[in-house]
């Protein structure tokens, strides 16, 4: 009895100073952001934090091997110290979600203590040490003796201290090139976050860049301003040719839906010049007085204007810009060693090359299917392989965890 | 024109299935044709529901796992799957009923709200990673949510002077394979988002939230582990870990940091 008094008064005494010691460290963080002025850790790059990890690695091993009975080090790989570890770096991540980061121009109280930048702030890289000292430790701990009943602990503890580790110090070495090409061009540089230009490895020629787009929807709208009015049912339907929709006081009747067309002087034709517009004839009838009409609709492009179907004095049917349903270009790479590939780059499925993934981003929004210029991003990097073996960890000790339970 | 086929008809007739297979299985004390008959007609609901995924998914021609009236669909199939399965298994009848009431309260959002007609998908959805890692965490979701339901009643219990020692180690289950599915949902989410936008983890909002949510029942879990007789503090940190799995899920739509998320959805 007495045994486990003391037992629940040290275990409390472990907590209060778990969380002394996360206050200590937060406010430390700020005080630090403070004084240098609220711009925050900044990224190393290689070599500089592989120089660091391995210095915080070797000072992990060497605390373990030779002080692990130290009063200290027992704390700092027990539960209590985990628990304020993980509820600072909860706090920090907590903040990061609740206010806006990264706003330009953010020169407050929020940007002296680093909290419109946690993830590049002196107390999240504290917070992130402590972490990682405390998983390191107790990972350390249970590795030896090393047996069967420590590999779910070992695999869930050491593949997450694996992806914060290399997550962390390997931000530094990401490096994201955005290439904005048109077609026909050839390219070998993009420009960074900061607008600097970076040469890349290989030469990039744009083929062709292709959308294909669902149909525009059907839309009722305020004639006043072009806007939804809310909570009306069956608003914004797909367009389909012979579709029939009953929307507020009107049954409306798609008869004919032209996805390549131009406009004479009152009708829409099909057509496959450039710079066509899609559109669709109405029936349009009043449900009480059933009067009828009937009339065009289309979203235009950028070069041709819009055409309402007017219902009434206040609202109008109108039809969307179709979205896209894939994009993909066809890209000619030319690569230092002279190897010349051909390729259809498509969202989703990036394209690995010279160590660079390339992936198919965006194009010119404002221009549609009509849009010559693909947009491309190049990445680079070299941690991820490091990152993937902490993720596979933790996978397969999830399945360990799934496959077990809880006793 | 609207792809949401008979929705009330079959969700209708799935819930009074659930409601009248757990009145035989509350009744069948004794009778074990009663009980059987109850279990079969609760898992022909689950059929029912399993049908309506499957014809929707088609007519829509993408899985139906976009809006959040969608992802409510699928918390229909998987809460009483859930039940059945632990009924089934360590025979709680209170658990089951507990899923088929928390199938109900969507089933109704769902009537009133079912968010269900649009075939678009932008592309950036459109991945083999899109069904794995919502499916998962859809999953994870609803078995975190009923240990939430186990958490309450523990601590009803508590407060009322009686402890079972069952409802801890059943909550220690939920938590522990929903915890399993919550580090696969966002594993998956990780390599879906490198093949997508180039980077595993960008500190979207969602991304954030997810992160604080899966930290929350780290917290329970080690807590559980330290001390397996403070089972209060343990069931309060259940509490609280889903009240930011629930920020998580759609609180994130009305936060002002989150305004740029690839996450948000209607």
Redesign the interface.
């Known amino acids: 009895m007495q045994e486990t008094n003391i037992s629940k008064r040290r275990?409390r005494k472990e907590y209060e100073q778990g969380f002394i010691f996360s206050s200590g460290i937060f406010i430390t963080g700020v005080i630090l952001e403070w004084i240098t002025g609220g711009r925050g850790t900044g990224l190393p790059s290689w070599p500089l934090n592989v120089q660091i990890g391995l210095s915080f690695i070797i000072i992990l091993v060497f605390i373990h091997i030779y002080y692990r009975e130290l009063n200290a080090v027992k704390w700092i790989s027990?539960?209590?110290a985990?628990?304020s570890a993980?509820?600072l770096?909860?706090f920090l991540?907590?903040l990061?979600?609740?206010?806006?980061?990264n706003v330009s121009g953010e020169k407050g109280i929020l940007h002296f203590t680093g909290l419109s930048h946690v993830?590049n702030s002196f107390p999240f890289l504290l917070s992130g040490l402590y972490l990682l000292s405390s998983l390191g430790l107790t990972a350390l701990r249970r590795s030896s003796p090393l047996n069967l009943k420590n590999i779910g602990f070992l695999l869930n503890h050491t593949g997450l201290w694996i992806i914060v580790f290399a997550?962390s110090l390997g931000a530094g070495d990401?490096k994201?090139v955005q290439i904005n090409i048109q077609e026909n061009e050839t390219v070998w540089y993009g420009h960074d976050a900061n607008h600097q230009i970076r040469q890349l490895p290989f030469n990039l020629k744009l083929i062709d860049f292709t959308i294909v787009e669902?149909n525009p929807r059907l839309a009722y709208i305020k004639s006043e301003d072009l806007s939804f009015p809310p909570g009306i049912e069956?608003n914004?339907?797909?367009i389909?040719p012979g579709?029939?929709?009953k929307i507020k006081d009107w049954s409306i009747e798609v008869k004919e839906f032209l996805h390549s067309s131009k406009k004479d002087s009152v009708h829409f034709y099909p057509s496959s010049d450039s710079l066509t517009v899609p559109s669709a004839f109405l029936r349009v009838q009043n449900m009480f007085n059933k009067t009828e009409k009937t009339g065009w609709i289309s979203c235009g492009n950028f070069m041709t204007e819009p055409e309402f179907f007017r219902l009434d004095s206040a609202y109008s049917l109108a039809m969307t810009t179709p979205?896209?349903?894939?994009?993909s270009s066809i890209i000619e790479i030319m690569t230092k060693d002279g190897k010349l590939i051909k390729h259809d780059l498509?969202?989703?499925?990036?394209l690995k090359i010279s160590g660079w993934?390339l992936?198919q981003l965006s194009y010119d929004e404002s221009k549609g299917k009509w849009s010559e210029l693909s947009i491309i991003?190049a990445?680079r990097?070299p941690w991820?392989v490091v990152?993937y073996i902490g993720?596979f960890m933790?996978?397969a000790?999830?399945?360990y965890?799934?496959w077990?339970?809880?006793n | 024109?609207?792809n949401w086929i008979n929705f009330p008809g079959f969700a209708i007739t799935a819930g009074c299935l659930w409601l009248i297979g757990l009145a035989l299985i509350y009744a069948g004390k004794k009778n074990r044709v009663i009980k059987n008959a109850g279990i079969i007609l609760a898992a022909s609901g689950i059929v029912i529901i399993v049908f309506y995924i499957s014809v929707l998914w088609i007519r829509l021609e993408r899985p139906p796992l976009r809006t959040l009236g969608e992802t409510r669909l699928w918390y229909l199939f998987f809460l009483p799957v859930i039940g059945l399965a632990f009924y089934l298994r360590w025979g709680l009848k209170w658990f089951l009923a507990y899923s088929i009431f928390m199938a109900w309260i969507f089933l109704l959002i769902n009537l009133r709200h079912p968010e269900n007609?649009?075939?678009?998908?932008?592309?950036?959805l459109?991945?083999p990673w899109f069904v794995p890692h919502v499916v998962v965490y859809i999953f994870g979701y609803a078995l975190l949510g009923v240990s939430t339901l186990v958490a309450v009643k523990g601590l009803y219990l508590y407060y009322k002077g009686s402890q079972d020692e069952k409802v801890i180690?059943l909550a220690?289950?939920l938590?522990?394979?929903g915890?399993?599915?919550l580090?696969?949902g966002l594993?998956f989410g990780?390599?879906w988002a490198?093949?997508?936008?180039?980077?595993?983890?960008t500190?979207d909002?969602k991304e954030?939230?997810a992160?604080?949510t899966w930290?929350?029942y780290?917290?329970y879990i080690?807590?559980?582990?330290?001390?397996p007789h403070k089972e209060v503090w343990a069931l309060w940190m259940l509490a609280l870990a889903f009240v930011i799995l629930l920020t998580a899920w759609f609180g994130?739509n009305y936060?002002?940091?989150a305004?740029n998320s690839v996450h948000v959805y209607g």
Do not use: C
């Open positions: 275990s027990r539960v209590p985990a628990i993980i509820t770096f909860s991540v907590l990061m979600g609740l206010l806006p980061q993830r997550g990401l994201r669902y069956n914004l339907l797909l389909e579709m029939k929709v979205e896209a349903k894939t994009y498509q969202v989703n499925k990036p993934n992936y991003e990445i990097d991820l990152i993720i933790v996978l000790g999830a399945l965890m799934f077990l339970g809880k | 024109m609207n007609f649009d075939k678009v998908m932008m592309p950036a459109q991945s180690k220690d289950n938590v522990y394979f915890y399993s599915f580090t696969l594993l990780a390599f490198k093949q997508a936008w180039g980077h595993y983890w500190w909002p954030t939230w992160f604080l930290l929350g780290l917290v080690h807590l559980r582990f330290r001390h994130i936060l002002p940091s305004e």
